[in-house]
């Protein structure tokens, strides 16, 4: 595996490539075109210009984290087949630049949704928190203005503002979409995109939905073994593959995080690896990597993440605010350091007692 850390480009995150290439063990970056949006064709020059930046800072970009689907696909509207055809000028684009490793998300509307971006913790560290009651009190837009208070000045990735103010419009587009009509819209994405994919050697990572169920009534299928696997199997493609993200699958107790993993051998393109503490069934929140921290074994993902053989690029995922830090919730340095720095040695005893 390689580890990595996010980075939202120098104009975007608070952040340095000069701070990462100091973390031991982070070799690359995942980055994005931060100010392209769903839907826009990525000129090769803006992808080489974030390269050779990457580069110049002795670090590789190891991966593009998201090239995002535009609405249109996901509810499968007429217009749909303009907007793929532009996703496969980016994927031709990318590979031109030998980029092969793309994540992307299916969620209807919204990326990932939490309550709380700043609840404190009892050593004084903010994290990001999701609480279902506080969810089934309130509607996306009171949801938005509660939690775009919290940001620290960013901007939430599927929260930003001008997509607020269509709300409406994007919930009326999904109106007679459920799992059935959006797994058969991802698959006849899937099936046009894979070409260009198999030209370029391009692993398309898909993201779990985060929580992994339906929020305010939009589908949501990216959430389990059984439906993940039927998405592999339905485009039956090695670059038709997964990001495996511990913190999104592990929203539902039901999911077995190192079963999954084992199951998904061969097709796990890039992982994100974070903790969730439990309060409840319905109630948790993003506790630092460390598992007595937290309710996962990460020894165990690890251990099964290794096992299927995974050498792509991993990340920590969301870290703690900790340290006074001011950045983007969940972006921050100093625990997302630390997160890697624990990986890269709960890899590094696994891989010492493997070859003993
Ligand atoms: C990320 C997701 O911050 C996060 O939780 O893992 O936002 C992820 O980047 C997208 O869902 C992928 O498209
Ligand atoms: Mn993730």
């Known amino acids: 595996m390689q580890m990595t850390l996010r980075w939202y480009g120098s104009r975007f995150d608070t952040v340095t490539l000069q701070q990462i290439r100091q973390i031991p063990g982070v070799t690359g970056v995942i980055s994005t075109l931060y100010d392209t949006a ?11 210009a974030l390269k050779k930046e990457i580069e110049e800072a002795g670090l590789s970009l190891a991966g593009i984290e998201s090239v995002n689907v535009h609405d249109a696909i996901k509810a499968g509207l007429p217009e749909c087949d303009r907007y793929i055809d532009n996703y496969i000028a980016t994927l031709e684009n990318l590979g031109k630049a030998d980029i092969h490793l793309v994540c992307y998300n299916f969620m209807p509307v919204f990326d990932w949704t939490r309550t709380e971006l700043a609840r404190v913790r009892p050593d004084g560290s903010t994290v990001l928190a999701y609480n279902q009651e506080a969810v089934d009190k309130l509607n996306p837009e009171e949801m938005f203005s509660s939690i775009s208070g919290d940001t620290n000045g960013a901007v939430m990735p599927g929260w930003e503002p001008d ?5 409406k419009e994007l919930f009326d587009m999904y109106r007679d979409v459920d799992d059935e009509k959006l797994f058969a819209n991802l698959k006849y ?27 305010f009534g939009l ?6 073994k059984e439906n993940i696997l039927r998405m592999m199997k339905m485009v039956d493609n090695p670059h038709n593959g997964v990001t495996f993200c511990s913190g999104s699958y592990g929203t539902n107790l039901k999911n077995d995080l190192p079963d999954m993993i084992r199951s998904l051998k061969g097709r796990i ?6 903790n969730l503490k439990f309060n409840s069934p319905t109630d948790f929140e993003e ?9 996962f074994d990460m020894y165990e993902i690890m251990l099964a993440l290794y096992d299927i053989g995974f050498t792509g690029p991993i990340r920590p995922d969301h870290g703690r605010m900790i340290w006074g830090e001011v950045a983007m919730p969940g972006y921050g340095l100093y625990d997302r350091a630390l997160g890697a720095a624990y990986l890269n040695g709960l890899w590094e005893a696994i891989e010492k007692s493997h070859k003993k």
């Open 287 to 295: 506790a630092a990597h460390l598992s007595s921290d937290g309710s």
């Open 219 to 224: 589908p949501r299928i990216i959430i389990n």
């Open 269 to 274: 393109h890039f992982a994100h690896v974070r």
């Open 38 to 48: 769903p839907g826009d064709v990525w000129e090769l020059d803006a992808i080489l």
């Open 189 to 215: 994405f899937l099936e046009r995109i894979m070409p260009v994919c198999d030209k370029y050697d391009i692993n398309m990572a898909i993201h779990p939905d985060d929580p992994a169920w339906s929020v």
């Open 163 to 167: 997509r607020m103010e269509h709300i």
